[in-house]
């Protein structure tokens, strides 16, 4: 069983940075698989980035690349995700994820592949 609690949400102006953490619980963090998804109002949860057990390999949206970095420091058990150049269109409550199975690229993309999931931050940008 693994725990999520994020963290480091807030209201920022448009160009503003931001960084969000997610704390997880348990021994073998680094054997986990952990997303960043995020959801808007009336909208469905999409996929943000997301980064190996090792941190060795990230994957983004293409509507943060360049703009988000995911990292992870698993002698803390959490995973970050930096957001700079923020804009009105990335207010949403950010959501961390965690699964313990072998993750490839496409995997990593959808929420079905994530057993275990926080409760959210909410992120505002004002424009």
């Known amino acids: 069983q693994v725990q999520l609690v994020e963290s480091g949400g807030g209201l920022v102006q448009a160009g503003g940075s931001l960084r969000v953490s997610c704390a997880a619980s348990g021994r073998t963090f680094s054997g986990y698989s952990m997303g960043w998804f995020r959801q808007a109002p009336g909208k469905e949860r999409e996929f943000v980035a997301a980064i190996s057990g090792s941190g060795l390999s990230e994957t983004y949206a293409a509507s943060v690349k360049g703009r988000f970095t995911i990292s992870r420091d698993n002698a803390k058990n959490t995973v970050y995700v930096q957001m700079n150049s923020l804009k009105p269109e990335d207010t949403a409550v950010y959501h961390c994820?965690?699964?313990?199975?072998?993750?490839?690229?496409?995997?990593?993309?959808?929420?079905?592949?994530?057993?275990?999931w926080g409760q959210g931050t909410q992120v505002t940008v004002s424009s």
């Open positions: 994820a965690a699964t313990g199975a072998p993750v490839n690229t496409e995997m990593a993309l959808t929420t079905r592949t994530y057993k275990y």
